[in-house]
Every structure is written in structure tokens, then in C-alpha cells.
């Protein structure tokens, strides 16, 4: 079951014209990431920390936009891992109106792989992540 997170869109995320910058779609997708992890556990201060020996940056990302948003929206960002490899997943994130799922506001997908800090090669997931992605399949 997608982890299910919940947002409103704040003034600071819309341009010039009062809608929803694209970027910041991603944005707020890295918002549902960052709350799935703590939900599923994980502690997020050593998880983001440069003190860790592995990160999981992010090699690729996209966003489709179907109606725009607009400050004061309500929103819910379903979120799903996917594993892709012994040493990458992605994420696919669907944005609705809060309490509407059949108006799909955007969908966003990014791709991570996991990586030794040290000489930046690419290493298996840890058990914590296998354990962060089985909870919101």
C-alpha cells in the first residue's frame, strides 16, 4: 500500500501567476519521501547526514502535469518504492486533490541508486531501505 502524504500548497510554491512552480512539484514529492522514511523508522538526521558512509542520490527525474495548483490547495502525494536493482529504486508519486482521486493533479517519478561515499561506486541497498520499500509497496 503507497505511503499517503498529505500537503498544502503554500504561497512560497506558486509563480508569478499564482500556480504551482514546476520544480517544486518535486519539491514536495521529496517532502512524501522524507515523511514515508520517518514513518517507516528511519532516523532521517543520520540518514541525510554527510557523516553516513552511503547516499542514495538521485540520477533521474520527471514530472507530468495534468490541472494546475494553486495556493491554498490540499493535496495528497501517494507514494510508491520500487526496487530496481540490488542497488537502486525508484519512486512513483501521484498527486490528487485531497479527497478526489479521480482528479490526478500530477504524477512525478525519481530514480535513486545507492552509493558508497567514500569512492562514489555504486553498493547493494541496505537492509534498512529493503525494508522502507517493502513497507510502502
Known sequence: ???VYQRTVR????DAAGVVYFANTLAMCHEAYEESLIAAGVEV?????????????????????RHPAFCGDRHEILL????TSAHGFEIRYEIYEKGDRDRLISKALTRHV?????????Q?????MLDWLTKWH
Do not use: G
Not at 11 to 14: E, G, L, P
Not at 45 to 65: L, M
Open 1 to 3: 500500500m503507497p505511503f
Open 11 to 14: 504561497f512560497q510554491d506558486t
Open 45 to 65: 538526521r543520520q540518514f541525510f547526514s554527510r557523516s553516513s558512509a552511503i547516499a542514495f542520490p538521485i540520477v533521474h527525474a520527471e514530472a507530468d502535469y
Open 80 to 83: 510508491t518504492p520500487v526496487l
Open 114 to 122: 545507492c552509493i558508497n561515499l567514500e569512492n562514489r561506486e555504486r
Open 124 to 128: 547493494p541497498l541496505p537492509q534498512q
